[in-house]
């Protein structure tokens, strides 16, 4: 389970296993309305850009960072992990296209940075080396968790920086949980490629259709990699509308929650 903290009018969640500043955002504690009340992280879902840049503004004076600590990634729903570095930094509004990243996970272990990943239902996972320094940030939908996203950005942190598995920590946000998450058969299909007959544990069929427990697969996939310290939120995005938004529920009219990690001096 996750831990809820109140800092003035903002809300947010942290991982009990995370010993580094990090946050699972809410909708509570910003300045946005209307479909976007009122924490909306999102800069191109429709909101009032001003709007959102304040709404960093709160965000980062509640974490004691900066706009331009935080990088953030065009979410392409794939496995691609993106080792960042200071070159990256002081990108976060910008529109110049070429300097965007494209990245379902990204990782650093430099100190002055903040990785942040987006969410409307899809898993959120942060990730803490304390041994190495080491932080990272994944973005896993359904095709992301098939294609092993988590494992991706665990292989990743151990060639570019020499991480153990046995030293890293692990927290599965807030997402569309398994009472909510009703899919076709394709997505259990990809899931039974991925994990095998441990994948039963993750798929309930119903009538045509399959329930599908995603936080599960991430730690299953977490698991195969060596992870053993994880946290996982007991909350479903798609159940609880007026704490988080659900993209399913709204049928795509929303805000978006974030996940940000920091590795700190």
Known sequence: MLIEHQHNTVTYMTAPNINTSHAFTTRHGGVSSGIYTSMNLGQNLGDDIKTVKRNYEILCETLNITPDDIIVSGQVHGTHIRVVKQDDRGKLFSSDASE????????????????????????????????????????????????DIAGAAIRKMQTEFSCSPAHIHAAIGPCISKCCFETDHDVADDLRNALGDDAESCITPQDLKYMIDLKEANRLLL????????????????????????????????GSQAAIIMKGP
């Open 223 to 254: 698991t195969r990699s060596g992870i053993s310290n994880i946290s996982i939120s007991n909350e479903c995005t798609a159940c609880l509308c007026d704490k988080y938004w659900s993209h399913r529920k709204t049928k795509g009219k929303r």
């Open 100 to 147: 965007r990243i494209f990245a379902d996970g990204m990782i650093t272990n430099d100190n002055t940075l903040a990785l942040m990943v987006y969410a409307g239902d899809c898993v959120p996972i942060l990730l803490h080396d304390p041994i190495q320094g080491v932080i990272g940030a994944v973005h896993a939908g359904w095709r992301g968790t098939a294609a």
